[in-house]
């Protein structure tokens, strides 16, 4: 039996999610605040492009915590950062979930935690990718897995279930007893090629195609690895190859990175940043958790991250309407990288 399932935002990741878990069966409700949304998932339901082949899938949405009935075993929570004390606040306080499962990007899980309480949540990423066509119309552009686990690294049957029920959404799915390495492999991921993606304005695919994206991407994966190896993180793999993979400390690297790229693209190309998306509909972005949890983690460790730190210097600028998304960002990525000197974002270059 699967229990009931709370989808705590119905988002690109979340939506996708719902749509699996409702056509295998499950019993889902999903929490949206956004009315036209939910109202187009209850009637006619959503409009889900998987993979080019389109279908309707009517899912029971509502857009407010107190048009809950019952308990839930499980809440996905699959919202941006901005937006989780709002939404899960009401949960917690009605008691309304047994546990909750933090599905977002970056560094989120302390953030979950500290609203649900202690003991109450389980770790979770996400592998593939979606994107949001606007309100009730999602599209799953990649195929991979979840990967869930309890933070201290045990067994439970909590974990062991929910692999279970989220293997209907994502065949391949496991739970794992690094879950701390799987997030931080993800967010090496996240950072570097959502990050290029939303500064350079393309898919993951854009940024490996560039030569100077390329060059960007294997720098800032090398910060980020170099971070997550200071703080004792057990990295593992994710797409098909182990983070060190994509490390580059000097030429004799390119070739060996350039091959783990290819096998990386072989999943992941068709994904579209959801930092860009952002961007694109003039919403703010989650680059303080992603890149920016890359920065704050350096700094506590007495290092830098330098460039990450020119990505969130650079999204957050575009939030503002200064500069916007193309691909001389990737120069200017490059250049930072090997010790050039990088302009001033040109304020002339706006955007609405």
């Given at each position: 039996m699967?229990?009931?399932i709370?989808v705590?935002?119905a988002?690109?990741?979340?939506?996708?999610?719902?749509?699996?878990l409702?056509?295998?069966?499950?019993?889902v409700?999903?929490?949206?605040?956004d009315?036209?949304?939910?109202?187009l998932?209850n009637?006619?339901?959503?409009?889900?492009?998987?993979?080019?082949?389109?279908?309707?899938?009517?899912?029971r949405?509502?857009?407010s915590a107190?048009?809950?009935?019952?308990r839930?075993?499980y809440a996905?929570v699959?919202?941006?950062?901005?937006?989780?004390?709002a939404?899960l606040?009401?949960l917690?306080?009605?008691?309304?979930?047994?546990?909750?499962?933090s599905?977002?990007?970056g560094?989120?899980?302390?953030?979950v935690e500290?609203?649900?309480?202690?003991?109450?949540?389980?770790?979770?990423?996400?592998?593939?990718?979606?994107?949001?066509?606007?309100?009730?119309?999602?599209?799953?552009?990649t195929?991979?897995?979840?990967?869930?686990?309890?933070?201290?690294?045990?067994?439970?049957r909590?974990?062991s279930?929910?692999?279970?029920?989220l293997?209907?959404?994502a065949?391949?799915?496991?739970?794992?007893?690094?879950?701390?390495g799987?997030?931080?492999?993800?967010?090496?991921?996240?950072?570097t090629f959502?990050?290029l993606?939303?500064?350079?304005?393309?898919?993951?695919?854009?940024?490996?195609?560039d030569?100077v994206?390329?060059e960007?991407?294997?720098r800032?994966?090398?910060?980020?690895?170099?971070?997550?190896?200071?703080l004792?993180?057990?990295?593992?793999?994710?797409?098909g190859?182990?983070?060190?993979?994509?490390?580059v400390r000097?030429?004799?690297?390119v070739?060996a990175?350039?091959?783990?790229?290819?096998?990386?693209?072989?999943?992941?190309?068709?994904?579209k940043?959801?930092?860009?998306?952002?961007?694109?509909?003039g919403?703010?972005t989650?680059?303080?958790?992603i890149?920016g949890g890359?920065?704050?983690?350096a700094?506590?460790?007495?290092r830098?991250?330098?460039?990450?730190?020119?990505?969130?210097?650079?999204?957050?600028?575009?939030?503002?309407g200064?500069?916007?998304?193309?691909?001389?960002?990737?120069?200017?990525l490059a250049?930072?990288g090997?010790?050039?000197?990088?302009?001033?974002?040109?304020?002339?270059?706006?955007?609405?």
């Amino acid at each position: 039996m699967s229990g009931r399932i709370l989808v705590v935002g119905a988002g690109a990741i979340g939506g996708v999610t719902a749509a699996h878990l409702t056509r295998a069966g499950h019993e889902v409700v999903v929490l949206d605040a956004d009315p036209e949304h939910v109202a187009l998932l209850n009637e006619p339901g959503l409009l889900f492009d998987e993979f080019g082949s389109c279908s309707r899938v009517l899912i029971r949405a509502v857009e407010s915590a107190e048009r809950l009935t019952g308990r839930f075993d499980y809440a996905l929570v699959t919202l941006k950062s901005l937006h989780l004390k709002a939404a899960l606040t009401p949960l917690v306080e009605g008691d309304l979930v047994e546990t909750y499962v933090s599905l977002g990007n970056g560094l989120v899980q302390d953030a979950v935690e500290e609203i649900v309480g202690p003991g109450r949540l389980v770790t979770g990423i996400v592998e593939w990718g979606a994107t949001n066509l606007g309100p009730g119309h999602l599209r799953q552009t990649t195929r991979a897995p979840f990967v869930v686990g309890e933070a201290d690294g045990s067994s439970s049957r909590r974990v062991s279930r929910l692999a279970e029920i989220l293997a209907d959404a994502a065949p391949g799915t496991r739970a794992s007893p690094q879950i701390s390495g799987q997030v931080w492999s993800k967010l090496l991921l996240n950072s570097t090629f959502s990050g290029l993606g939303a500064v350079g304005g393309g898919l993951y695919a854009d940024v490996a195609a560039d030569p100077v994206g390329r060059e960007a991407a294997f720098r800032l994966w090398t910060e980020g690895y170099d971070v997550a190896t200071a703080l004792g993180v057990r990295l593992d793999e994710i797409f098909g190859i182990h983070p060190s993979q994509l490390v580059v400390r000097s030429a004799g690297d390119v070739p060996a990175a350039t091959a783990a790229l290819a096998t990386v693209m072989s999943g992941a190309a068709a994904t579209k940043a959801s930092m860009l998306q952002d961007l694109e509909r003039g919403a703010l972005t989650e680059v303080d958790v992603i890149n920016g949890g890359v920065v704050a983690t350096a700094r506590r460790l007495g290092r830098s991250a330098p460039l990450n730190a020119e990505i969130v210097t650079l999204v957050h600028a575009y939030e503002q309407g200064v500069g916007a998304p193309g691909p001389g960002a990737f120069a200017r990525l490059a250049a930072l990288g090997a010790g050039r000197p990088v302009s001033p974002i040109p304020k002339e270059h706006t955007h609405g």
